[in-house]
């Protein structure tokens, strides 16, 4: 894979980031040190549409089982991975420059909805770097009705990206040592081009589908590497389909630094863009994967440094969905968890805010066979809940299952439990005298 050269930076260690964006052969496949998602090899665009057919037979099947379905799609099954790579790293590269910008203006450490730089010396920057004179500059930003408030911040520089440059084209920025425009990649074959536009069509096909069926699609997250495309393009069709409802739901991984600020980030703009926002939360399920990249690669590692801190993300995310549906009631959320703490943190929250849950906004999941111990309580309470279903051969569906029995901490202590609540309720029941009604 070809790159273009990089613009230095002002910003401490922007350097060895950009190196999580790169492809490395050693993680091509994206298997190994998975331990909670199954994942896929690449083979040709004949599998992608075959994987496509397989999700939409899943659609018709949550379709068929319930009024308010859910059905989840992998779009490393649906696009090459080492493209996903090399979009991510120019999607990647746009927001890093707009830091260099905000840091040389003293912004450095901010809130990303904080941080704004001001139009006028963005423009000054732009023509000293000799992108465009500051004519030109204007002319673009009054062509996107950008900076009309004296600022620009990060919503406001991604879409002058949008206007700029079409999705499968290489986006061209300047090289901070020469001060010329140099691409970020070196080209986009045609090949990688139209594998572009066939993953734009497949999810197309894919909500089409799911908004006949009145089927909620969840597009899954994936490694951090992979994210900012997959993130991309899941924005690029809740644009299109969430116009009235939440129709497809974006995936947030609260194990990652960065997780706040992408929640709060595309809550943003939905809001301008005046669409539903829909998430689902879930902890993470490639951190041994993404340490051992981040090792082997020399960059800063993606992951928060302890279970607690990630817990403090995902209810740090949670809460400000749940506060976003109480202001505005355009947001829904799948709190996605085997954490009761997290589930009751979610309930008193709820109740606080006045978020009924017939409001239907607030859905919980857990995986088919763990935890029935909370989804039977709340199914039973009102609540929305759903049961996450792996589906496929037994030989990968059993070691799946393992994995997330390793992975959900004091898992065979909740199965205990679970086991002697089951048993207390059988005994009630035989000594009531109504063995089959509740």
Not at 37 to 52: G, L, P
Not at 63 to 90: M, N, W, Y
Not at 311 to 337: F, G, P, W
Request: with cysteine; hydrophobic share 35%; aromatic share 10%.
């Amino acid at each position: 894979v070809g790159h273009g050269p990089s613009p230095s930076s002002p910003i401490p260690g922007a350097e060895k980031r950009e190196k999580q964006y790169r492809v490395h052969q050693g993680f091509g496949d994206h298997h190994g040190g998975v331990t909670g998602a199954h994942t896929y090899f690449y083979t040709d665009e004949a599998k992608c549409d075959q994987h496509m057919e397989t999700f939409l037979r899943c659609i018709d099947a949550s379709s068929g089982s319930s009024e308010d379905g859910f059905s989840a799609i992998k779009l490393t099954a649906l696009a090459r991975p080492q493209f996903l790579v090399r979009f991510s790293e120019v999607l990647a590269k746009w927001r890093r420059f707009f830091h260099q910008m905000a840091a040389e203006e003293g912004q450095a450490g901010r809130a990303v909805l904080d941080t704004k730089l001001q139009v006028e010396k963005l423009q000054e920057a732009l023509a000293n770097l000799g992108i465009a004179s500051k004519a030109e500059s204007q002319q673009w930003f009054t062509g996107e009705n950008l900076g009309t408030s004296g600022t620009v911040d990060l919503l406001d520089w991604n879409r002058l990206f949008d206007s700029r440059t079409k999705l499968s084209r290489p986006l061209l920025i300047p090289n901070r040592k020469t001060g010329q425009l140099e691409p970020l990649l070196s080209r986009f074959s045609e090949e990688e081009e139209l594998q572009m536009k066939r993953v734009l069509q497949r999810m197309d096909v894919l909500a089409r589908r799911a908004m006949e069926k009145g089927v909620r699609l969840m597009v899954d997250a994936e490694q951090s590497y992979f994210q900012p495309a997959i993130s991309r393009l899941t924005v690029e069709t809740q644009r299109r389909f969430n116009k009235s409802q939440a129709l497809i739901y974006n995936t947030y991984q609260c194990y990652l630094r960065e997780a706040y600020n992408n929640v709060t980030g595309d809550v943003e703009l939905s809001r301008r863009e005046g669409w539903h926002f829909g998430t689902k939360l879930v902890r993470g399920a490639y951190m041994e994967q993404e340490r051992e990249r981040a090792a082997q690669m020399g960059y800063e590692d993606p992951i928060n440094p302890t279970y607690e801190k990630t817990n403090e993300m995902y209810h740090r995310c949670l809460d400000y969905v749940l506060e976003e549906i109480k202001q505005r009631r355009k947001a829904s959320v799948m709190v996605a968890t085997h954490n009761e703490d997290t589930v009751k943190f979610t309930l008193r929250r709820m109740m606080e805010l006045g978020i009924h849950p017939s409001d239907k906004k607030v859905c919980f999941g857990q995986l088919l066979g763990m935890c029935d111990q909370i989804t039977f309580p709340l199914g039973q309470a009102g609540f929305p809940v759903y049961k996450y279903v792996p589906y496929g051969p037994v030989n990968e569906v059993l070691p799946y299952l393992s994995r997330r029995a390793q992975e959900n901490r004091g898992f065979m202590q909740r199965a205990n439990r679970e086991r002697d609540l089951l048993w207390k309720e059988v005994k009630r029941r035989l000594l009531s005298g109504n063995l089959f009604s509740p």
